[in-house]
């Protein structure tokens, strides 16, 4: 059974900082790229910050410089850790696993950030 479970998430100042976490089971958790997404109230989601299979990261302009992604294969664990963060940055925030090879994607439940004085 596939699981992907976020933690992590909860009510910042402006400012603060959070450190998400994204426990993954059922899978071959090294084959896969991972991603953290985010969806605010009336948005569409985006795609926030990747770490490849092989350890590659990638970030949205408007995290760049404030976010860092990570991964753990040996704890098949993915973490975001999020400095400076500012209300726009309040939203849903959604662990994804992509398959290296094929088409095969997985999501997490999500965890709720909230970035507010």
């Known amino acids: 059974q596939v699981q992907l479970v976020e933690s992590g998430g909860g009510l910042v100042q402006p400012g603060g900082s959070l450190r998400l976490s994204c426990a993954a089971s059922?899978?071959?958790?090294?084959?896969?790229?991972m991603n953290w997404y985010r969806q605010a109230p009336g948005k569409e989601r985006e795609l926030v910050a990747a770490v490849s299979a092989v350890g590659t990261t990638n970030y949205s302009d408007s995290v760049k410089g404030r976010f860092t992604i990570s991964r753990d294969n040996a704890k098949n664990t993915v973490y975001l850790q999020m400095n400076s963060l500012q209300p726009d940055d309040t939203a849903v925030y959604y662990c994804n696993a992509r398959n290296r090879w094929y088409y095969e994607t997985y999501w997490g439940q999500g965890t709720q950030v909230t970035v507010s004085s």
């Open positions: 059922g899978f071959t958790f090294s084959n896969y790229h």
